[in-house]
Every structure is written in C-alpha cells, then in structure tokens.
C-alpha cells in the first residue's frame, strides 16, 4: 500500500477494507458465534484470527451459517492517541 492508502486505513477503516481483512461472522449450529479474519478454507473446516490473534477454528459441519460484515475490526477513532 502507498502512505495515503495506509492514512486512510488508519483514520477510516471502514472506508476501505482491504482483501483478506473481511471481517466473518459464523454461527454454529449450537448457537456458538466466531468473528474474525478466515484465513483459510478447506472442506472440513474454517480457520479463523480474532481481533486479540486468537485461532479458531471450525468445522464445517457445524457451520448454520457465515455473513461477511460491512465493517472492519479496526476500531474507529484508532489513531486519535497518535501523536504526529
């Protein structure tokens, strides 16, 4: 990324979200919810990275269903405590 891309990162997550930062939503058949980065896909299970790095991972079969968020998991107002 060049540096007006990345200001922008910072002091607009939401304005651009850059492939494979996506936040997911998924549900599991038992009511369970997991969001994060799904950084890989087979057909036995979902991987995914939560905002503090933790991995979880899913199976497949336990999936009720998988959305895909509108919103970054980089919390607005991020670089308000940045000094220049």
Known sequence: MQR???TE???R???TISQG???ALV???VGGTHVGF???RNSDEITMHDMTGKISKVA???VKSED???TSMMPPGLANSLSL
């Open 4 to 6: 007006d891309q990345i």
């Open 9 to 11: 990162a910072i002091l």
């Open 13 to 15: 997550p939401n304005a």
């Open 21 to 23: 930062f996506q936040t």
């Open 27 to 29: 549900t599991t058949k």
């Open 38 to 40: 799904v950084t890989s």
């Open 60 to 62: 497949v079969s336990n």
């Open 68 to 70: 895909h968020l509108p």
